[in-house]
């Protein structure tokens, strides 16, 4: 299995521009999150879903767009790029199983600056 | 308040020390997790509990519902071990569709 993936590693952005980071997972994980990772900070959730067709906001989801049309894939957008969008940006995945506690699972990271 | 707080923040040891990272939670939980990020970013999962003890090779963790509290000791440190270390509340469901961050602890092994 190749568990969480994320791409590209690294991205450059000027402000104003748009883009898409995309998650891939390929254990069958209903839940799926981003998460944005500043200096000295902890992470904080940007949106997640629960399935295929769910998404809700997390803490931070302004300037950002989510969807979940499988449940493999969960692409993060950036509708205008702003430098207060530099980050490093997580996808995790997760088992839903019910009254049992899972494991989250985590993508490599994508190193986005904007200029 | 932070929800989470981990203490200490930073933390230097000597190769063979005996490590102890703990996080103390503002609110109810029901289980935490463990994570590791190295420090070329990555995130690994090192623990899910919710009640009790793990243990994993040199790596122990233990929760305390009731206290709010959790543990998470490296028994004969190495250099390797260097990472900040992060023990993320779930939401109330207890699953890790959210889960909310501390600042995490960084640790050094020095050799």
């Known amino acids: 299995n190749a568990g969480v993936t994320q791409t590209p590693k690294f991205q450059v952005l000027k402000t104003g521009q748009s883009m898409t980071l995309q998650c891939a997972q390929d254990m069958n994980h209903e839940y799926m999150s981003w998460y944005r990772q500043d200096p000295g900070m902890g992470l904080r959730l940007i949106h997640y879903s629960v399935g295929a067709g769910i998404t809700d906001q997390g803490e931070v989801p302004n300037g950002y767009n989510v969807s979940r049309s499988t449940t493999e894939d969960f692409p993060l957008r950036l509708l205008s790029a702003a430098p207060s969008q530099t980050s490093v940006y997580f996808c995790a995945s997760s088992y839903s199983s019910g009254a049992l506690n899972t494991e989250a699972f985590f993508g490599q990271g994508t190193r986005l600056t904007v200029v | 308040k932070n929800e989470v707080e981990q203490s200490p923040q930073n933390l230097t040891a000597q190769e063979g020390e005996f490590i102890t990272i703990n996080c103390s939670y503002s609110v109810g939980i029901s289980a935490l997790h463990w994570l590791q990020q190295h420090p070329g970013g990555g995130i690994v999962s090192l623990f899910m509990l919710s009640s009790g003890k793990k243990k994993h090779g040199r790596l122990i963790a233990t929760i305390n519902i009731q206290e709010k509290h959790s543990s998470l000791h490296i028994t004969a440190s190495h250099p390797r071990d260097s990472a900040v270390y992060i023990c993320?509340?779930?939401?109330?469901?207890?699953?890790?569709?959210?889960?909310?961050f501390g600042s995490g602890t960084q640790l050094t092994v020095l050799p």
């Open positions: 993320p509340r779930p939401d109330r469901s207890g699953s890790a569709r959210q889960l909310t």
